[in-house]
């Protein structure tokens, strides 16, 4: 099942699946539950490396797990596991292919966070396929953390990269058909927003993280989420942990999700209970419209125990570890629309 | 005695000023010394409205206690003080008149964050000088909470906002003094960069807060500071307090700063307290080179205390409260420069 399959069925009824809450991570596939959950009680050290990601996405997993295996390190591994989305031209939310904003530019944010601290990122970067190695870039060879638009195309032509059209057919054709009912606000659904967001620890016992996406379909032109920020789409603290976000950025960023999760952790909370908590954080808001946005956090701590959790259910994450690359069916607060 | 006199005298010796780890806020003025520190301490509970900025800015904070004063909220409040700034030409480091990036080009950078914790951003804004109410609208008028580059100034024109060379002749000239021995890295130290970030509590006891800035001078195109990221530059959490950060933004953003002192806060932290430990996560880091960039912060409670501390001396906040529009001089982490 796809990411965006995924997404749009958030509203849905479960089609089978019955999740409880004591199943903190279930397989997608009923029959696999009761294996995976035996699988990560036995395990008493969680073994390294590993690599975790928001959504489906194994065959960006198997990326960075090949370049883990080979001795890599974890900054590399999430680089290239998150280009293989970015290349991915039938992903509409990340990189080529990528839905548009309501004038019909893609345009991309991403950021990376490595072991020590360091950071990069660009927002509102057009005809640059792999924003996650040009965020990398702007942490490597320049005193920045940040560059946005112009300026970070500029940068990325003065480092060899090429220009060419983000905008697949597909993508143009999904645009044109939001435009016959366009309006002057874009919609904030539960169908339109995801992004690749994954964390590793290598065999050093190192962490990196980093996140990449076209951002919300239909944009205002220039919207940036929460991916490319640093604290709120990812953190990294190579002593604590690392988070990431996927979901509706604008809510995100109000809460600082993903630096909220590492320092709940770096108070003794678990990655699971530390993703809970800073989901309450956006639920338990007076008047929070929560039922209107799907938010998901995965984590890692240091030890390599793992956690996500999101508002609704359906979100997912994907964890390759021991040699084998699953899918994850994530708990969720908002049990009501449990099937 | 102006902001950016202050930066750059952080590495000389303090012309005759004795500060003491023991007085948190003291006075410019030796002479005023013992007398602000009693007058602190003789409040038992401080009082409402109150204003405080980030450096020497007493006009701003004037306007913005005038609108508190007429009944006005908080969020007006700081939108209008830093306009304030945003207007002055003199000021090279905030808008009109703001130093150019290394090709020229003054590009600004602003948040604004509310009581209800909404929040609205623009980053790399050209030509357009009341970025702070650009990033307003963003957060009134559209369902986003980051707007960047062309993107940005679209809406902003949309909105009725007018273009104007934000370049003035001061700032053309210091630029083209600059590029007479410009390198490809600019130089990150200490004499160039600050900005205007500004809280406020109202009549009511509700909080909000600003930031904006033209980011460091002689950037790369398209870089973006901490000053625009909620979560760096800026937070606001009206149950708890807020926080903003100055100063060289790529060191706020890696320990997303202003979030973490209100988090401390909320662990119970005094805000003095919470700034002394959001700038000790930065000095405190493994091959920290904190001798060669300043970062300082400024904090208020739901009670209306306030804290501000630095890396460096030099650094400090303007206070309006109770009829008394004063900068206090902030205590600093770096002792051994002390005169």
Same mark, same amino acid.
């Given at each position: 099942m796809n990411r965006r399959k995924f997404i749009k069925n958030t509203?849905?009824?479960?089609?089978g699946l019955t999740l409880t809450n004591s199943l903190l991570n279930c397989a997608e596939n009923p029959s696999d539950k009761k294996e995976t959950v035996v699988a990560e009680s036995e395990k008493s050290e969680p073994s390294l490396p590993l690599v975790i990601a928001t959504w489906h996405v194994k065959e960006a997993t198997a990326k960075a797990m090949e370049v883990l295996q080979a001795g890599g390190n974890a900054l590399d591994a999430v680089e290239q596991g998150c280009m293989v989305e970015e290349a %991915?031209? /039938?992903?509409?939310?990340?990189?080529?292919g990528g839905l548009p904003d309501r004038d019909g530019n893609v345009t991309l944010d991403a950021c990376i966070m490595d072991k020590n601290g360091n950071c990069g990122a660009v927002v509102y970067?057009? %005809?640059? /396929?792999h924003a996650v190695s040009v965020a990398r870039k702007v942490m490597d060879d320049?005193?920045?953390?940040m560059l946005a638009g112009e300026g970070a195309q500029q940068f990325a032509l003065s480092q060899g990269f090429e220009t060419e059209d983000l905008l697949t057919e597909a993508s143009r054709k999904a645009w044109e058909k939001w435009k016959v009912?366009?309006?002057?606000k874009p919609i904030i659904n539960i169908e339109n927003h995801d992004t690749i967001g994954m964390l590793a620890i290598d065999k050093n016992g190192d962490i990196s993280g980093a996140c990449t996406t076209s951002g919300l379909?239909?944009?205002?032109?220039?919207r940036v989420g929460d991916s490319p920020i640093i604290g709120s789409g990812l953190f990294v603290d190579n002593e604590i942990g690392a988070a990431v976000a996927t979901g509706l950025g604008e809510e995100v960023v109000k809460t600082v999700g993903s630096f909220l999760v590492v320092e709940l952790m770096r108070q003794g909370k678990s990655p699971q209970e530390a993703c809970e908590e800073a989901i309450g954080r956006i639920v338990n808001k007076?008047?929070?419209?929560?039922?209107?946005f799907q938010v998901g956090y995965i984590a890692v701590n240091k030890k390599g125990e793992t956690g996500s959790y999101s508002i609704h259910q359906w979100f997912s994450m994907t964890k390759f570890q021991n040699g084998v690359n699953e899918q994850i069916q994530s708990d969720f607060f908002n049990k009501e629309e449990k099937s």
């Open positions: 509203a849905l009824t479960g089609a %991915n031209e /039938k992903g509409q939310s990340v990189g080529k970067l057009q %005809n640059i /396929k320049t005193p920045h953390v009912e366009a309006k002057y379909a239909y944009k205002m032109g220039g007076p008047n929070s419209n929560y039922k209107d």
